[in-house]
């Protein structure tokens, strides 16, 4: 995957800019006599001295990110030049420029990373502030590199995914010690072939929108097979069918329709209501925007996610089990709906639990059963649901207990919902133990897995097949747990809990665009509205 994009930094369409190129041409010039180098290395040190104490550090009018790593850089090595001065040095800081200009590709704008004070510095033979400049451009890139441009606790309240921050200044000694700076650039990348794959759909999507104008279909009636509407040729030629000036809707226009329906994460009625036209007008510069939101998103998770684990991802309803590299098993899942988001983080899971006992949250049980029981307590009774005061094990069941005069600030009871086949967590219980108290778990309500959006649930996630999973997840157990004796335990009514021998990483993820086993860039709707702020961040901070 990464021979594709390096083919196309090659043929120099992933990096572009005047600023660039005046950079690259002014370290083409050379700089011989001893006495610059000193008097380079002089002024670093008068430059550097703000770095030795608190405050903001500015350059040319910019801001310098990390002055301290940047102090102590020179001052080990007694304030020598790696960018500028000797032959080498302008080899390395060509390099480097090169780097930035390809990043453009992944979504990190040039413009981020002082390339027009660099140039302004070269064209005024100010080399040791462009020195500095390029020493905290390097470090910058190293850092949205491997762990993102933004901070995701900023601009996505509902991701929990984080991961330790890396340490950059080891590579900007790596550089000087010889490493090529683009090579020790590039090997901070996300290493997760997904991400590759996206960011080659992004260089074909862009390729595609440089050869042709986008198509608007204005807003009609829904269009379906047997009509006849003067949108049906604009709509042929947005979808790339042969040319015609024929208005008939007919079931050639409607099987294309629900093929790119399939793309979108739409429902595939072959029906071009407002939803699909609303997906067929978003422009090719929308699309993009939002590809490089959920690059972003690759950038806040590790490198490179573990050989087996488990990833689920909301706006897709869609989980997968992995194993070495590879999807073993794919099945549909219902998430949290948009008052109640499943959040985005990671866990282990730990163990399973077999005809589960629901222990229901106290938002759900006064925000949902309260209004219920005051209602008409025998209906929640006959399903099995208790209660208990809070710090009580008296369980009863809750047509014994008058719910009129209950109070919700504090709600003074816990509810339980006993194993059976009205219990919302079905037969099968997956625990990843964490703060969002999200888990997986079975479902006696099979419908909601037929339709195209599942965004239903109170927070966590429901699978499909519980028992297809859990056969999955214990295979990885010394002791054998095959299909008949898993249906064994689940028909005994009992509950039990099963430790896992290796817990399973799972990964609940928010992508709204990604590449499909099948090569298919495909795009979903965004949920919970959380592409937007990232997309409005990435745009300001390129500002």
């Known amino acids: 995957m990464r021979a594709s994009v390096l083919s196309l930094r090659r043929s120099g369409r992933m990096w572009t800019g005047i600023a660039i190129w005046c950079c690259l041409v002014a370290l083409a010039l050379p700089v011989s006599t001893v006495l610059a180098a000193k008097s380079t290395s002089e002024k670093l040190d008068r430059l550097l001295q703000p770095a030795t104490s608190p405050g903001v550090m500015r350059l040319a009018g910019r801001t310098i990110q990390y002055p301290a790593v940047i102090r102590n850089f020179y001052t080990s090595r007694d304030f020598t030049p790696l960018w500028t001065g000797t032959r080498a040095n302008r080899l390395r800081g060509r390099s480097l420029l090169q780097a930035i200009g390809e990043s453009a590709h992944h979504g990190l704008d040039p413009s981020r990373y002082h390339i027009t004070a660099i140039e302004n510095s070269f064209s005024t033979g100010d080399r040791a502030t462009a020195e500095l400049l390029m020493t905290d451009a390097f470090l910058l890139q190293a850092r949205h590199r491997a762990d993102g441009i933004l901070d995701p606790e900023e601009v996505a309240p509902e991701w929990y995914a984080l991961q330790p921050t890396t340490e950059i200044a080891p590579h900007l000694a790596s550089v000087a010690r010889g490493a090529d700076p683009t090579e020790a650039l590039d090997a901070l990348w996300p290493e997760e072939p997904a991400y590759w794959r996206l960011l080659v759909a992004k260089g074909a999507l862009k390729a595609a929108k440089v050869r042709g ?15 006849t509407d003067p949108r049906v040729p604009l709509l042929r030629q947005r979808l790339a069918l042969p040319a015609s000036d024929e208005t008939l809707y007919d079931h050639r226009m409607a099987d294309a329709v629900s093929a790119y329906q399939e793309t979108m994460g739409l429902q595939p009625d072959g029906l071009a209501g407002s939803k699909t036209l609303e997906a067929l007008n978003t422009t090719p510069e929308q699309r993009l925007r939002q590809i490089d939101a959920n690059l972003e998103r690759w950038r ?6 573990p050989a087996d684990h488990i990833l689920v991802n909301v706006p897709a309803f869609q989980l997968s089990a ?8 794919n099945m549909p899942v219902v998430v949290g709906k948009p008052l109640r988001p499943t959040p985005a983080f990671w866990q282990d899971l730990k163990y399973l639990v077999f005809n589960p006992y629901w222990e229901i949250p106290e938002t759900i049980a006064v925000e949902d059963k309260l209004p219920e029981l005051r209602r008409d307590p025998s209906r929640l009774a006959g399903q099995g649901v208790e209660a208990a005061r809070w710090g009580s094990d008296q369980m009863v069941p809750v047509d014994q207990i008058d719910w009129r005069s209950v109070a919700t600030k504090p709600f003074p009871y816990r509810l339980r919902q006993l194993p059976g086949p009205h219990n919302p967590l079905g037969r099968i219980k997956f625990m990843l133990p964490n703060d969002q108290a999200v888990y997986l778990h079975d479902t006696p309500d099979r419908s909601l897995f037929e339709r195209c959006e599942r965004g239903f649930s109170s927070g966590c996630v429901r699978v499909a097949n519980a028992q297809r999973l859990a056969e999955w997840v214990l295979q990885f157990q010394a002791e054998a747990w095959d299909s008949t004796r898993i249906e064994t335990q689940i028909t005994s009514g009992e509950t039990r809990t099963l430790a896992l021998d290796a817990p399973i990483p799972v990964f609940i993820v928010y992508f709204t665009s990604y590449v499909d086993a099948e090569g298919t860039l495909r795009f979903q709707r965004d949920l919970y509205g959380a592409d937007p702020p990232i997309m409005k961040a990435l745009n300001a901070s390129a500002q």
């Open 300 to 305: 806040w998770l590790p490198a490179r996610l």
């Open 213 to 227: 104008r986008h198509i608007v279909i204005p807003a009609g009636p829904a269009l379906r097979p047997g009509v």
């Open 322 to 329: 992995i194993r070495d590299g590879k999807a073993e098993l």
